[in-house]
């Protein structure tokens, strides 16, 4: 007679791996750990499917020579994932101890999960200005990601918010499709280097609004123009635009690990060089928590493959 009883829900037992993040990196993590074998146990996070959950058509990803879906593309990466067997578990992590192997996971929903290696794949989040109808027409004008979707504003008039580099890149780049690029800004004199700044105001497609904040994003079904205040007399004007692109920056979702794992000064997972290495050993960072620079879906997933492939040599090693 078979007295085998299936193990409870929490598995006492220590994982192989477990990733954090369900974006490219994470996902991509998980079909090369899958595929070694390690049986990859993946937390799903705040956002499932990650920051391409909240763009419409993806046309840079290799391989699509028709424009995909983000939560399309995302449910295709979780699908291989899961066809090698990965195991996903939704919440969230809200506690980790990284200060001895195996390290120890908490959930928002009271499990505990203890493994020997950690993938972290938690993205980062672009900043908002935090209003109703850019939450509204996110997707339908509103953008975050010039390079992801500058290529549906051909010939049209649009707007970056921000004055710091990134802005300026935006809407240097931005200028490639676009007929017009007008910068928004709250103050009077830009953030941005030097360089990049002449770049931007020796353009001739560029034009600044100083001392303005976007109070309101016009549009029912997408965008039609910003009403501006005037941060110095009060006054509104609206501004008519197709296309709204938010450059004010992007938070890496690291606050779990500060004073555990070395970040820059803006709390990106530092990484060893040409590895997915942390200051850890046994803990790997992925995508854009380790990335400041390209924030691209596809240098994600090659992260994610790097991650996987240190993460399966660390356990071979630590046998």
């Known amino acids: 007679m078979n007295t085998h009883t299936h193990p409870p829900v929490e598995n006492p037992e220590v994982e192989n791996v477990t990733i954090l993040g369900t974006g490219p990196a994470g996902w991509t993590a998980a079909i090369y750990t899958a595929r070694a074998n390690l049986k990859p146990l993946v937390i799903s996070g705040d956002q499932p499917g990650g920051q391409l959950t909240i763009t419409s058509d993806v046309e840079n990803y290799p391989g699509f020579a028709e424009p995909v879906m983000g939560p399309e593309l995302m449910e295709a990466f979780r699908k291989q994932a899961e066809r090698f067997g990965t195991r996903l578990v939704t919440g969230t992590v809200v506690r980790a101890d990284l200060s001895k192997r195996p390290f120890t996971l908490e959930t928002s929903d009271g499990h505990t999960i203890r493994t020997n290696t950690l993938i972290v794949a938690t993205g980062a989040s672009a900043k908002w200005l935090g209003i109703p109808s850019e939450k509204r027409l996110m997707g339908k004008g509103v953008s975050a990601c010039a390079t992801c979707d500058g290529f549906f504003f051909r010939n049209q008039d649009i707007a970056v918010v921000g004055g710091g580099d990134t802005a300026m890149e935006e809407a240097t780049f931005l200028t490639r499709f676009a007929k017009s690029v007008t910068v928004l800004h709250r103050r009077e004199s830009l953030r941005a280097s030097k ?31 910003v009403r501006l205040k005037n941060l110095k007399d009060g006054s509104s004007k609206d501004l008519p635009v197709t296309g709204l692109f938010i450059a004010i920056g992007h938070e890496p979702n690291t606050s779990l690990f500060q004073g555990q794992l070395d970040c820059n000064s803006a709390g990106y997972l530092l990484t060893q060089a040409g590895t997915a290495k942390t200051s850890i050993p046994g803990v790997f960072a992925a995508g854009d928590v380790a990335d400041p620079n390209y924030r691209q879906a596809v240098t994600a997933a090659g992260t994610g493959c790097m991650a996987a492939i240190d993460a399966e040599r660390f356990l071979e090693g630590h046998a």
């Open 195 to 225: 360089i990049m700044q002449e770049k931007a105001l020796k353009n001739p497609k560029i034009r600044f609004e100083w001392n303005v904040e976007v109070s309101d994003v016009l549009g029912e079904k997408g965008v039609e123009g």
